[in-house]
């Protein structure tokens, strides 16, 4: 099933794999790809909540990590074959901040 869902994201965006993804691109990509499994809201779902306030213990750079590796085995995959780490550190800072500069 992982591999499944590797293979489709892999097939379904490679115009985010560069570090010009737009602003907009990647707040889609949080509130749909990412809303899938925690919640449309993302307060949660299959995966945790991941708004602001429940990730305020984090950082950038450990939430970058967790974008593009994911979690070994949950359901969380790595994101590496679609993203660029600007755009995972751009993504990360979107959900401690809210908000993507």
Request: charged residues 20%; hydrophobic residues 40%; negative net charge.
């Amino acid at each position: 099933m992982r591999n499944l869902l590797i293979a489709l994201l892999m097939w379904s965006g490679p115009a985010l794999a560069s570090d010009a993804s737009s602003t907009d691109d990647l707040i889609n990509l949080v509130k749909q790809d990412c809303g899938s499994c925690h919640g449309l809201t993302l307060k949660g779902g299959l995966g945790p909540d991941i708004r602001p306030q429940s990730l305020s213990h984090y950082d950038v750079e450990t939430l970058s990590t967790v974008v593009l590796d994911g979690i070994p085995d949950t359901a969380m995959p790595p994101w590496r074959p679609l993203l660029s780490e600007a755009d995972a550190q751009k993504i990360a800072e979107y959900l401690l901040q809210g908000d993507l500069k």
